[in-house]
């Protein structure tokens, strides 16, 4: 195992980062990390070990001890330090993500940008990170609640946002005095280790934060495992989730599950139209349709259906496949092979459900697409609720439309999924926002707006299949992050009861 101090600049060669120090994989077990839009490998990737992941918990746990003692707003110093790099580095990081991850760079841009925002909300939080003092039931004595920090942190991220859901788990765990082994996700390694960097530079003390690359079933598997990490904050698939919810659920440790969506837009007789389909458009294929925000259904009331799908479909026709650095992509690559063979297979089984292909379909070959992984934008009509296309998460730009009669009905759609992530309503009446509000089984609700676009001070997450009724960002992310303890502090200088003395 090598080690070197410090990164070299342009290095395509990524190592591992445990206790401050940039290091190879046991064995030097390499994979590519290739980009999407033109096939070229960009970066080599170390493999990890069990043992590898061990060591970079035993950093993270030794480094805890003297962590969790630092006070909270020197540690948010150094947060302000991160956010002002991202900053800075706000265009190369984005082209880099693009170049890794395929998503174009106005949406790239934004990704970052959604990771400067949670660095200096967190750095506030430094400041903050209230408890409660409240009256105690006994006279002369005093009653407060306060966040401990937790332990080592076990951070499991997706490849979808790179840059953004990293920040969301990383930063409320490190500002609130925990440390952290991170795992991202094995096809966007390069932004993570930039993500790295940064806390170096920022001043972060060596073993905070570790980082490991390497494979959900054997990297991630030992973070699961490992008795020393108390928390596990994973995004990911539900089929993953359900992995991690047993394993890590096993050894009592508090875990944090961002699973999948099937979000929905309603848009009812009186919505603006050209509004909607802006939101739909948008949100359904931004991104080639890989957020957990995506909106994969449009449930259309009768009264504008056909005048809603013939404009959808025309607006999906324009749609510009390709390369997510050149200005006149609209929609980038998806993730690799895999993912455009999954999406197609979930095409053919909406044709052979009997739902109509109105655009689209087909993995994408002619010319320069042909290098990379490009899914053609696609739009069903016809679509029956109890398709599978309509009921399961396809994470490809590909959308179905489902006709309803009503608001109710509409209602009964919306929820009629075993996911609530992001649900999304055009509509003028008020009347009709307000049941909305009250009525649609999700985490996330828009109203006039498409079902993408989270803030990250409001807590973000979803009900029902979506997760384990965790809340990542805003002052959710400090509840999971931290422990409460609750402290009696008796000044009477007698003994005195609970519940028993008057
Ligand atoms: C995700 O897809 O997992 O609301 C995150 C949004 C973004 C975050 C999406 N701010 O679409």
């Not at 920090?149 to 969301?168: E, H, S």
């Not at 939101?279 to 991104?287: E, H, K, N, Q």
């Not at 993995?363 to 697409?369: K, V």
Request: aromatic content about 6%; overall charge neutral; charged content about 25%.
């Amino acid at each position: 195992m090598g080690c070197r101090p410090r990164i070299p600049a342009g290095m395509v060669e990524l190592r591992n980062y445990i206790g401050g120090n940039w290091v190879d994989a046991e064995g030097n077990r390499r994979i590519d990390d290739v980009n999407p839009a033109t096939g070229e490998i960009i970066a080599s990737v170390p493999q990890s070990s069990a043992a590898d992941v061990a060591r970079a918990i035993d950093v993270a746990h030794k480094t805890f001890e003297h962590w969790r003692k630092v006070p909270a707003p020197k540690r948010a110093e150094i947060m302000y330090r991160v956010g002002t790099l991202l900053r800075e580095r706000k265009e190369d990081l984005a082209r880099k993500m693009t170049r890794e991850m395929g998503k174009v760079l106005v949406e790239a841009r934004g990704d970052v940008q959604e990771g400067i925002d949670m660095a200096f909300y967190m750095a506030g939080e430094g400041r903050r990170a209230f408890g409660h003092t409240t009256p105690s039931e006994l006279p002369n004595k005093f009653a407060m609640a306060v966040r401990d920090p937790i332990g080592v942190a076990g951070i499991i991220t997706p490849w979808n946002f790179p840059m953004a859901i990293p920040t969301w788990k990383t930063f409320p765990a490190i500002v609130l005095g925990n440390t952290v082994v991170f795992k991202p996700a094995t096809d966007t390694p390069m932004l993570a280790l930039e993500l790295v960097k940064i806390f170096e530079e920022a001043g972060l003390p060596p073993g905070v934060m570790n980082l490991v690359f390497g494979s959900g079933s054997v990297a991630g598997e030992v973070l699961l495992k490992d008795e020393r990490v108390r928390l596990i904050s994973f995004t990911g698939s539900n089929e993953v989730g359900r992995h991690v919810a047993s394993e890590a659920g096993l050894g009592l440790k508090r875990i944090s599950l961002e699973l999948g969506g099937k979000n929905a837009v309603i848009v009812m007789d009186d919505a603006d139209l050209d509004l909607a389909l802006d939101g739909i458009v948008w949100s359904a294929y931004g991104t080639s349709g890989q957020r957990c925000t995506a909106c994969s259904r449009v449930i259309a009331h009768e009264a504008i259906h056909d005048q809603l799908v013939e404009r959808l479909a025309a607006r999906v026709k324009t749609l510009r496949l390709g390369d997510g650095l050149l200005e006149t992509t609209d929609v980038g690559p998806v993730i690799n092979r895999g993912a455009a063979e999954s999406i197609d297979r979930y095409v053919e089984i909406g044709k052979a459900e009997g739902a109509q292909m109105v655009v689209g379909g087909g993995i994408a070959s002619e010319g320069d697409l042909a290098k990379g992984s490009f899914y053609r934008p696609t739009l069903f009509t016809g679509v029956r609720p109890d398709m599978r296309i309509a009921k399961e998460e396809i994470f490809g730009p590909v959308l179905s439309v489902i006709k309803v009669k009503d608001f109710d009905e509409a209602v009964r759609v919306n929820n009629g999924v075993t996911y609530g992530l992001s649900s999304s309503i055009f509509t003028q009446d008020v009347n009709r926002v307000f049941r909305a509000i009250r009525d649609l089984e999700s985490g996330l609700l828009y109203v006039n707006a498409g079902t993408t676009g989270a803030e990250i001070h409001l807590p973000f997450g979803g009900v029902k299949g979506t997760g384990n009724g965790h809340r990542e960002a805003g002052v959710a992310a400090l509840d999971f992050f931290s422990e409460w303890k609750s402290v009696y502090i008796d000044y009477s200088g007698q003994l005195q009861r609970a519940q028993i003395d008057a």
